[in-house]
């Protein structure tokens, strides 16, 4: 499950070096550019029915996780890996997606993305094991890596003035209704034709999107080295890629994961956990290695000094996290412990993403009054006691009284940080390099999330197996109560390291 998190309209690719390096990019948008010759919605169109996708994706397995746990029987760990692979790969592909589209054909990548997604999709509804359906997802996820910004490069290049703003504005809904929609329509799918529905749903669609893209979206040339074809051009743009930077920062995220994935049924002291964590150690070190010295790293050095960034990165991480958290143990928790069907599952939720735009909208006329530090305090004391009072639903629980409040009160309380946190974000980032610290932001938005799935789900996993009504009840109370401490850690790091003054100027909106 993903939302839309306000914050500035994005400038430029996601990439940050394209900016940098190649000045010919669209600069940033200002209300009095002029409008150049309209253009047809159709290019848009496409890159947005391929976004529709993606964000989907994130959701729609939500409420079917409990009928292909039954179906496939999967452990509560092996469950969390049909989220966490899919925004692992995703969020930690992201900055590199966008430095592929930039530096080659943004049509071309546009295109390899979607048709690697339609395959992965596909062989996702066809898996008949854990560890093929696991695998597929964490395909989606790379396609979806290479999609997004691809998709977000060509709106914002093939439009200009009042269009191309349009067009922002409708890439931004996008994420605002996979919150209700994904879950929804997971839930439909999932009780009319069974989970396998929701992945083979993107084929049709993604293929229809792939023969319209073809002849509709507008060719681009790479840039000018990667025209040329000698071998001295060709290592160079390969340095550009940052692939070690990217193959690093995967790999340490997939053995972080797989650790704590263990750490419910083996136990923290055992030797499969200490071995992962080990091995994501050095993955992670090698990474921030490889970026000190990479002629174009995924993450420049500067980037760790620039304290605003960092610091609503981190606290953007951290409430993601208990989002997607939150969703995945509750939507178990609904069908296994309430006996709700997935479409009923789907419906329950639809009063939280309502919360969470009401949230939103809450912080963005708070911050006219009040510093960002204290908005995102504010939401986050909110959230942990949302997370407390739904820890405290049992078998007897109903929904009307046992899990809406709490799910309306953390709904609330998450709306409310992500505006303060991402004005934090790019407080004072010059247009320049609003694409690198868009990106950025958004990484910890992703890998919060599969980071969230991943500890909420190994500490609720210690309480019980959750798929079982027992299990799951014990491990929903525990894993509530984890999700209300890290609430609380962040309130924390808000009050430490966020700004006191008031925030100038409009509160933009960001997408997903």
Same mark, same amino acid.
């Given at each position: 499950? =993903?939302?839309?998190?306000?914050?500035?309209?994005?400038?430029? &690719?996601? $990439?940050?070096?394209?900016?940098?390096?190649?000045?010919?990019?669209?600069?940033?948008?200002?209300?009095?550019?002029?409008? *150049?010759?309209?253009?047809?919605?159709?290019?848009?169109?496409?890159? #947005?029915?391929?976004?529709?996708?993606?964000? #989907? &994706?994130?959701?729609?397995?939500?409420?079917?996780?409990?009928?292909?746990?039954?179906?496939?029987?999967?452990?509560?760990?092996?469950?969390?890996?049909?989220?966490?692979?899919?925004?692992?790969?995703?969020?930690? @592909?992201?900055?590199?997606? @966008?430095?592929?589209? &930039?530096?080659?054909?943004?049509?071309?990548?546009?295109?390899?993305?979607?048709?690697?997604? =339609?395959?992965?999709?596909?062989?996702?509804?066809?898996?008949?094991?854990?560890?093929?359906?696991?695998? /597929?997802?964490?395909?989606? %996820?790379?396609?979806?890596?290479? !999609?997004?910004?691809?998709?977000?490069?060509?709106? /914002?290049?093939?439009?200009?003035?009042?269009?191309?703003? =349009?067009?922002?504005? !409708?890439?931004?809904?996008?994420? /605002?209704? +996979?919150?209700?929609? +994904?879950?929804?329509?997971?839930?439909?799918?999932?009780?009319? !034709?069974?989970?396998?529905?929701?992945?083979?749903?993107?084929?049709?669609?993604?293929?229809?999107?792939?023969?319209?893209?073809?002849?509709?979206?507008?060719?681009?040339?790479?840039?000018? *080295?990667?025209?040329?074809?000698?071998?001295?051009?060709?290592?160079?743009?390969?340095?550009?890629?940052?692939?070690?930077?990217?193959?690093?920062?995967?790999?340490?995220?997939?053995?972080?994961?797989?650790?704590?994935?263990?750490? +419910?049924? &083996?136990?923290?002291?055992?030797?499969?956990?200490?071995?992962?964590?080990?091995? $994501?150690?050095?993955?992670?070190?090698?990474?921030?290695?490889?970026?000190?010295?990479?002629?174009?790293?995924?993450?420049?050095?500067?980037?760790?000094?620039?304290?605003?960034?960092?610091?609503?990165?981190?606290?953007?991480?951290?409430?993601?996290?208990? !989002?997607?958290?939150?969703?995945?143990?509750?939507?178990?928790?609904?069908?296994?412990?309430?006996?709700?069907?997935?479409?009923?599952?789907?419906?329950?939720?639809?009063?939280?993403?309502?919360?969470?735009?009401?949230?939103?909208?809450?912080?963005?006329?708070?911050?006219?009054?009040?510093?960002?530090?204290?908005? $995102?305090?504010?939401?986050?004391?909110?959230?942990?006691?949302?997370?407390? #009072?739904?820890?405290?639903?049992?078998?007897? /629980?109903?929904?009307?009284?046992?899990?809406?409040?709490?799910?309306?009160?953390?709904?609330?309380?998450?709306?409310?940080?992500?505006?303060?946190?991402?004005?934090?974000?790019?407080?004072?980032?010059?247009?320049?390099?609003?694409?690198?610290?868009?990106?950025?932001?958004?990484?910890?938005?992703?890998? +919060?999330?599969?980071?969230?799935?991943?500890?909420?789900?190994?500490?609720?996993? $210690?309480?019980?197996?959750?798929?079982?009504?027992?299990?799951?009840?014990?491990?929903?109370?525990?894993?509530? #109560?984890?999700?209300?401490?890290?609430?609380?850690?962040?309130?924390?790091?808000?009050?430490?390291?966020?700004?006191?003054?008031?925030?100038? %100027?409009?509160?933009?909106?960001?997408?997903?």
């Amino acid at each position: 499950m =993903t939302t839309t998190q306000p914050m500035p309209q994005p400038n430029s &690719d996601l $990439s940050a070096h394209a900016v940098q390096e190649h000045g010919n990019r669209p600069g940033p948008l200002t209300h009095d550019e002029p409008d *150049e010759q309209r253009r047809t919605w159709t290019v848009a169109a496409i890159a #947005l029915v391929a976004q529709v996708l993606v964000v #989907l &994706d994130i959701s729609v397995v939500n409420t079917a996780l409990p009928s292909i746990g039954a179906d496939l029987h999967l452990t509560g760990a092996e469950l969390q890996w049909l989220v966490t692979a899919y925004l692992m790969m995703s969020g930690g @592909g992201l900055l590199l997606g @966008g430095r592929i589209a &930039d530096l080659l054909s943004r049509k071309v990548v546009f295109l390899v993305g979607l048709a690697v997604f =339609t395959v992965a999709s596909i062989l996702s509804g066809l898996a008949d094991t854990a560890t093929q359906l696991t695998l /597929s997802r964490a395909g989606q %996820g790379l396609a979806a890596a290479l !999609l997004t910004p691809a998709a977000l490069s060509i709106i /914002s290049t093939a439009y200009s003035g009042r269009q191309r703003r =349009t067009g922002l504005a !409708l890439w931004g809904a996008v994420g /605002s209704l +996979g919150v209700a929609a +994904g879950v929804l329509l997971g839930g439909a799918l999932t009780t009319w !034709l069974g989970w396998q529905a929701i992945f083979f749903i993107n084929a049709p669609i993604g293929a229809a999107a792939f023969i319209a893209g073809i002849s509709a979206i507008p060719a681009n040339a790479p840039v000018k *080295e990667l025209a040329s074809t000698t071998q001295r051009a060709y290592v160079s743009t390969l340095r550009r890629f940052d692939i070690p930077g990217a193959v690093t920062v995967i790999g340490g995220l997939v053995a972080l994961i797989y650790g704590l994935g263990a750490s +419910g049924p &083996d136990g923290w002291g055992s030797a499969k956990v200490l071995v992962a964590l080990a091995v $994501s150690a050095v993955l992670f070190t090698a990474f921030i290695r490889i970026e000190n010295r990479a002629a174009a790293p995924l993450f420049p050095p500067h980037t760790w000094k620039v304290r605003t960034l960092v610091t609503g990165t981190a606290v953007m991480l951290a409430v993601t996290g208990i !989002l997607v958290g939150t969703v995945f143990l509750t939507s178990i928790y609904l069908q296994t412990v309430l006996g709700f069907s997935a479409l009923q599952a789907g419906l329950a939720f639809l009063p939280f993403a309502l919360a969470i735009t009401g949230g939103t909208l809450v912080a963005r006329h708070a911050l006219a009054h009040g510093s960002p530090r204290a908005v $995102s305090m504010v939401g986050l004391v909110v959230t942990g006691a949302g997370a407390v #009072l739904l820890s405290r639903a049992d078998a007897s /629980s109903a929904y009307g009284t046992g899990i809406l409040p709490a799910l309306l009160v953390i709904g609330v309380g998450v709306g409310a940080v992500f505006v303060p946190v991402s004005v934090t974000a790019m407080a004072g980032i010059p247009p320049q390099h609003a694409g690198m610290a868009s990106g950025f932001l958004m990484t910890g938005h992703e890998v +919060g999330a599969a980071l969230g799935v991943a500890v909420l789900s190994a500490i609720a996993t $210690s309480a019980g197996t959750l798929t079982t009504a027992g299990g799951a009840a014990n491990g929903f109370t525990r894993g509530l #109560l984890a999700a209300a401490t890290i609430a609380g850690v962040a309130a924390l790091l808000a009050f430490w390291r966020m700004p006191a003054t008031r925030v100038t %100027g409009p509160v933009g909106h960001m997408h997903h």
